[in-house]
């Protein structure tokens, strides 16, 4: 059973960073496009970020670029989300997805993403 599941969420103050580690099982993460997307209280999910199948192939949200960076280790399976800077509006659940059989680009459409996690909240707070 593919699986995706989200860890590293929490709460940390404005200018402070996380690191969110989405974990796949069941499939073999290589031969998948990863994203990142989240869904703050009462507004619609948005894409944050997404990697082709290395380092080199990334995309960024213009609300979140030069802030977070995405990375994967496809050895251990896991995609990661550096978040640093972060602010308030960051605020919501964020959730992993992932693409088959999409290497050399990514998408922010999430229609095009096969496997969703379940989300870890990100709270940004003083």
């Known amino acids: 059973q593919k699986q995706l599941v989200e860890s590293g969420g929490g709460l940390v103050q404005p200018g402070g960073s996380l690191r969110l580690s989405c974990k796949a099982s069941?499939?073999?993460?290589?031969?998948?496009?990863f994203g990142w997307f989240r869904q703050a209280p009462g507004k619609a999910r948005e894409g944050v970020s997404c990697?082709?199948?290395?380092?080199?192939?990334?995309s960024y949200a213009d609300s979140v670029k030069d802030r977070f960076t995405i990375s994967r280790d496809n050895a251990k399976n896991t995609v990661y989300l550096q978040m640093n800077s972060l602010k308030p509006e960051d605020t919501a659940i964020y959730y992993c997805?992932?693409?088959?059989?999409?290497?050399?680009?990514?998408?922010?459409?999430?229609?095009?993403?096969?496997?969703w996690g379940q989300g870890t909240q990100v709270t940004v707070s003083s």
């Open positions: 997805a992932a693409e088959r059989d999409r290497l050399y680009s990514c998408s922010d459409n999430e229609p095009d993403y096969d496997v």
């Open positions: 990697i082709g199948n290395s380092d080199a192939i990334t």
């Open positions: 069941g499939f073999y993460s290589h031969y998948y496009a």
